[in-house]
């Protein structure tokens, strides 16, 4: 078969690894300051969203992703009514935190405005709307600027982070790795309240690929008291990804999928959640014993001064 390569995508994975998509329409594709942005239609996966050659979001399974950040911070929290989300460009973590009738505000930040208003335009199957929302503040600057210079105290504050490392267009420093350090998780740590829980996209996680989210949860860990690791299969990423929460309260030793679906009972979401409920989130947490041992091994933390590095295994 003739492959007209004009009309594929290419998914960089790493130095080892590409994918290739069939692409059927382009709905934008350009650079913004801080970013190269595609929105595409590719028709195994649906609308799909690629920064900096990447693949971050797709409309197939975009819901598995989102609701496995959001939920279960928000759910374990026993208030959740004031939210802050880093990142989370396209609106989805946005659109899953105000599916809680609790929800008083939910403070927004994100450092680059044009996507942000590009999603609000392109990506309504993403938002729902939620960038409208009265609730909703949204800021346009550098995460830790923000959360170093506010007053206010959050009950979960979200990491919603690009995966995608020092590609910002032609920039010796990419800002994003401001944002996984001891000293930022510190800073978030001062800014929850008494019961707050952190939530953070952490990278891949499996047998074979486990030494970013190793470094990450150590560096969490040294703000918080206790911390979670979790994974999720994510389709389009073709892999499964780490999610972390943090906590100075809450031990979440004690989770059970009864306790879980109590809960979201309780808050009346049972009809809002597609993929997640206790059974769903507890399967998550059961690491394998090898996974488990890799990444609460010793190791290196990351610091202002030795941001984090995409590395192989090996080097850990």
Aim: with cysteine; hydrophobic share 35%.
């Amino acid at each position: 078969m003739e492959i007209n390569t004009k009309s594929w995508i290419m998914d960089y994975y790493d130095e080892n690894e590409i994918h290739f998509y069939r692409k059927r329409k382009t709905y934008f594709s350009g650079k913004t300051q801080f970013q190269k942005v595609e929105f595409v239609e590719l028709p195994s996966i649906g609308e799909t969203l690629i920064i900096d050659g990447e693949l971050q979001s797709a409309a197939q399974d975009e819901y598995i992703y989102h609701e496995s950040l959001v939920h279960p911070a928000c759910l374990l929290n026993k208030k959740t009514e004031h939210v802050l989300i880093i990142g989370g460009g396209e609106g989805a973590t946005l659109r899953e935190v105000l599916k809680y009738n609790t929800i008083k505000s939910v403070t927004m930040v994100d450092i680059d405005k044009e996507l942000v208003q590009l999603f609000s335009r392109k990506m309504q199957n993403w938002h729902k709307g939620a960038f409208q929302d009265r609730r909703v503040n949204l800021i346009f600057e550098d995460g830790r600027k923000y959360l170093e210079a506010t007053n206010e105290r959050f009950d979960v504050i979200i990491l919603d982070l690009t995966s995608s490392f020092g590609e910002r267009v032609e920039e010796k420093f990419d800002p994003i790795l401001n944002l996984y350090s001891k000293q930022f998780y510190s800073i978030c740590s001062s800014k929850l309240k008494k019961d707050g829980i952190i939530a953070i996209q952490a990278l891949e996680l499996t047998p074979a690929d486990w030494s970013e989210h190793a470094v990450i949860r150590r560096s969490l860990a040294t703000a918080f008291k206790h911390v979670l690791s979790y994974t999720v299969f994510i389709p389009s990423f073709y892999t499964t990804w780490g999610f972390l929460l943090g906590s100075q309260s809450h031990s979440f030793e004690t989770l059970s999928p009864k306790k879980i679906n109590s809960i979201i009972a309780e808050k009346k979401l049972e009809s809002k959640l597609c993929s997640f409920d206790g059974n769903a989130f507890i399967g998550t947490t059961n690491l394998p014993k090898d996974l488990r041992k890799n990444i609460m091994s010793k190791g290196s933390i990351i610091e202002d001064d030795k941001p984090l590095t995409i590395y192989p295994k090996e080097m850990e």
